[in-house]
């Protein structure tokens, strides 16, 4: 598996990582199962949220690695904090007792990485300073970045940081990618060029901010996956034959497609197939063509202006 460092100074990690949502439904043996054929993939990146299962993914988690010959510093966590019933919850209180009960869930010291879930509208970007300030003082958390925010939301916290915000993790397949719609249909008339993410992809770039791709394999908002549905008969019989020639699974090609970026976007899946996991993972071995990757962009039915 290769290897990305995180905002290009934080944590070397692997370039696919592991989701832990659905850990949930699971019992302790196939959560180590899990564990154990991420690792030995070599996928040593695991994203978890407080809110995940209601805590009782982290609590899995913690129980499966203990049943397995893997430290602590093998693994690299993150998790996210911010959303609670009903509302959104930037308060330092709450981001500060949110740490606390992951870092007890997981049963460890620190958190690698600790990323604000969702934008809160209420946000007083200086009480955020000081959370991330006494959590980083108390090596309660290592680095800090957020999910589904847009430049200026980023800008904004980071005026009164001191910590820089190493990710964003932001909703990304080829069958939804607003951010690179967006980049390739400049002043153009059409239903692709609105900035839904106000330019997210060029601006993470600039800033070495690392994206971080969930629900890789969706279309819409959980409408649903894209590989095997009729609504993407095109998209699915190229990906199919690139799948073919290459000899690796179409959810690879999937996966693959996000990784030719040259903006080292990490995909987090969240299969809980352990099988499912091991051909994902032979993503960090395919190499797309140019001509490939446009070819499987195009299948989803646009047209480049």
């Not at 000081?130 to 680095?143: H, I, T, W």
């Not at 993410?197 to 800033?207: A, F, P, S």
């Not at 190499?287 to 202006?305: F, I, M, N, V």
Request: hydrophobic share 40%; net charge negative.
């Amino acid at each position: 598996m290769k290897k990305i460092r995180l905002g290009g100074t934080g944590p070397e990690v692997s370039e696919i990582g592991l989701g832990c949502m659905r850990f949930a439904s699971l019992d302790v043996p196939a959560v180590s199962e899990l564990i154990a054929t991420a690792i030995e993939e070599g996928i040593n990146f695991f994203d978890h949220a407080d809110i995940y299962g209601g805590g009782r993914s982290e609590e899995l988690f913690a129980k499966a690695l203990k049943n397995l010959p893997v430290s602590r510093d093998d693994v690299v966590l993150q998790s996210k904090c911010g959303i609670r019933r009903g509302y959104y919850d930037f308060s330092k209180e709450h981001i500060i007792g949110s740490v606390e009960g992951s870092l007890k869930r997981l049963d460890t010291d620190y958190l690698d990485v600790l990323l604000l879930h969702r934008p809160d509208t209420l946000m007083e970007p200086e009480e955020v300073a000081e959370a991330f300030d006494c959590l980083k003082r108390q090596g309660k958390v290592r680095y800090f970045g957020v999910s589904n925010h847009n430049p200026m939301q980023i800008e904004l916290l980071g005026k009164y940081l001191e910590q820089d915000l190493i990710v964003n993790q932001m909703q990304l397949s080829i069958a939804h990618c607003l951010m690179i719609d967006e980049g390739l249909n400049v002043n153009i008339d059409n239903s692709l060029s609105p900035m839904h993410t106000g330019g997210l992809l060029e601006y993470c770039r600039l800033k070495n901010i690392t994206i971080q791709a969930w629900s890789p394999f969706q279309y819409g908002f959980f409408e649903g996956s894209f590989l095997g549905s009729e609504r993407y008969g095109e998209l699915n019989r190229e990906i199919d034959a690139i799948a073919a020639e290459k000899g690796v699974t179409n959810s690879a090609i999937a996966i693959a497609w996000i990784l030719r970026h040259p903006a080292k976007i990490q995909p987090i899946v969240g299969t809980t197939n352990a099988n499912r996991l091991a051909d994902i993972a032979k993503a960090s071995t395919v190499s797309l063509s140019r001509q490939e990757w446009y070819k499987l962009y195009l299948a989803t039915g646009k047209r480049l202006p």
